[in-house]
């Protein structure tokens, strides 16, 4: 437990330290706000549903936002119709920029960590190559929830998947680090870079998050058989496929190198 405390102070200073750098590099004009979201700095078990390793290349992570509609259980045959994303990380063949990666051990491929990282623009728009893709229209509106999705691909008979929030304050600041909410950018206040980081979340709606700035854990919706609880992050089966165009959106993902955007350039620390 002492470690594991210890290990999470490291990683608030880290991230804090990120945050002051990268707010600073980005300018507080308001028409450019940074927002970096992932795991820990360290590798950390992240499994699927029996508890076996998971495939970075077999993945696609992504951070976004649904806007007004509330992802549950019960309505997952509706989230990929309002689902919008702000940034992702796809395999490495069709996602060139550098700052977004999913790294697995090669010793124990169960242990992994990820990290990403857009900047919101005047007029709320990402400039993110994965939103020029995927929602080239889409907006994030200030106050709409943050979410971190992930889901396998078609290699598995059943399809998996994870979708965490933080949607408590749990410090009591009204940050928008705390609850992961998209600000308003407005000319001429002061903007502060954003980090969404997997300890600060509590609440899985699909999947399960477990540890973490003291929220224990979250076991949401999908089925599992593995029944450990030292991983910080596991995917669940969920039986049917939800509605997306498979086939429009593999081909869009081959053209990212074509389409990407030009992000403002940043000193930023490596992760």
Known sequence: ???????????????????????????????????????????????????????PDSLVTAVGT?????????????????????????VPDVDPNGSDFFLADSGDARMARFAGSAHLLSGQYSDSEDAAIWNPTATFGGGEQGYVMMHTGDALPVRQWLLFTSAVDSDGEGLA???????????????????????????????????????????GGGSYNDSSSDFVLRLHSVPGAVPEPRAAVLLLLALIPLFRRKRPTLNRPTL
Do not use: C
């Open 1 to 55: 437990m002492k470690a594991h405390t210890q290990m999470t102070n490291r990683n608030k200073q880290l991230a804090g330290l990120m945050l002051v750098l990268a707010g600073s590099a980005s300018g507080t004009d308001g028409q450019s706000l940074e927002l970096s979201w992932g795991s820990s700095i360290l590798r950390e078990k992240m499994i699927l549903e029996d508890g076996t390793a998971l495939d």
């Open 66 to 90: 649904f806007g007004s509609f509330v992802p549950t259980v019960g309505n997952f045959d509706q989230w990929m119709a309002n689902w919008r994303v702000f940034d992702a990380i796809t």
């Open 177 to 219: 680090d705390s609850e992961w909410q998209y600000p308003v950018l407005t000319g001429g206040q002061p903007q502060f870079a954003l980090a969404w980081w997997l300890d600060q979340a509590d609440t899985a709606i699909m999947g399960a998050i477990h540890g973490g700035s003291g929220n224990g854990g979250s076991t």
